[in-house]
């Protein structure tokens, strides 16, 4: 029998310093909460503080992937983190991958950081034969732009405004979408895969990377 999935919080270690902790640690316990996971906010606190002090030296940028077991086990994973290249490059998941590339703004699991994303299998393979790429971005049935397989996405407007799409309709609550929200710097609005084609200026965002500059790769988009 499968075990249910772990909740998963990817995380920028920087001189010492977990960018958006708050966030992080916002959304893991309210995810925790939601589906039975035991997590007692203390215990995280320390285990993730003994473990920055201990295990990772504060010389560089760092990538920490926390994993909580439906059992509440906690596990911590800690690799170096390279710059990325910006604007990095996009794809739309109609453009590349087969079958129906849509999300469905009815699940559940969408809203929470899990081990479980069937839905972005073919793109992470996708995109594993293909590190010139930084993301897939998909949309749901009714052609509206959601985000992407690692990160959330946004289009600047002829007016300046920088928006991206609201979490009904099929899309994970970034921790770094979220600060931008809280900043008054991004506005939610429904967006077509079609607006993010013309928009003036593309950019993304996740916790480990921050906010990006993005091209969309070139092309017309093929039927899903």
């Given at each position: 029998?499968?075990?249910?999935?772990?909740?998963?919080?990817?995380?920028?270690?920087?001189?010492?310093?977990?960018?958006?902790?708050?966030?992080?640690?916002?959304?893991?316990?309210?995810?925790?909460?939601?589906?039975?996971?035991?997590?007692?906010?203390?215990?995280?606190?320390?285990?993730?503080?003994?473990?920055?002090?201990?295990?990772?030296?504060?010389?560089?940028?760092?990538?920490?992937?926390?994993?909580?077991?439906?059992?509440?086990?906690?596990?911590?994973?800690?690799?170096?983190?390279?710059?990325?290249?910006?604007?990095?490059?996009?794809?739309?998941?109609?453009?590349?991958?087969?079958?129906?590339?849509?999300?469905?703004?009815?699940?559940?699991?969408?809203?929470?950081?899990?081990?479980?994303?069937?839905?972005?299998?073919?793109?992470?393979?996708?995109?594993?034969?293909?590190?010139?790429?930084?993301?897939?971005?998909?949309?749901?049935?009714?052609?509206?732009?959601?985000?992407?397989?690692?990160?959330?996405?946004?289009?600047?407007?002829?007016?300046?405004?920088?928006?991206?799409?609201?979490?009904?309709?099929?899309?994970?609550?970034?921790?770094?979408?979220?600060?931008?929200?809280?900043?008054?710097?991004?506005?939610?609005?429904?967006l077509s895969l079609a607006d993010l084609e013309a928009a003036p200026a593309l950019r993304v965002s996740n916790a480990l990377r921050g906010w990006l500059d993005a091209r969309m790769d070139d092309g017309g988009r093929a039927p899903a």
């Amino acid at each position: 029998m499968t075990p249910p999935p772990a909740l998963i919080e990817t995380m920028r270690l920087e001189d010492g310093r977990i960018a958006l902790w708050p966030g992080h640690r916002a959304r893991l316990l309210a995810s925790a909460a939601a589906l039975g996971y035991p997590l007692e906010a203390r215990d995280l606190e320390a285990r993730l503080s003994a473990h920055v002090r201990t295990a990772v030296p504060a010389t560089r940028a760092w990538r920490i992937r926390l994993l909580l077991a439906h059992d509440g086990g906690l596990r911590l994973e800690t690799a170096p983190l390279p710059p990325t290249q910006v604007p990095v490059r996009l794809a739309l998941a109609a453009r590349v991958l087969d079958g129906r590339p849509c999300l469905d703004e009815d699940e559940a699991w969408l809203r929470h950081k899990t081990t479980r994303r069937p839905w972005f299998a073919d793109a992470a393979a996708w995109l594993a034969r293909r590190p010139e790429y930084f993301d897939v971005i998909f949309g749901n049935a009714a052609g509206l732009a959601c985000e992407g397989s690692r990160c959330n996405v946004y289009l600047r407007d002829p007016a300046g405004l920088w928006l991206t799409p609201p979490v009904r309709h099929g899309l994970l609550p970034g921790v770094q979408r979220q600060q931008l929200l809280d900043a008054g710097l991004v506005h939610e609005a429904a967006l077509s895969l079609a607006d993010l084609e013309a928009a003036p200026a593309l950019r993304v965002s996740n916790a480990l990377r921050g906010w990006l500059d993005a091209r969309m790769d070139d092309g017309g988009r093929a039927p899903a």
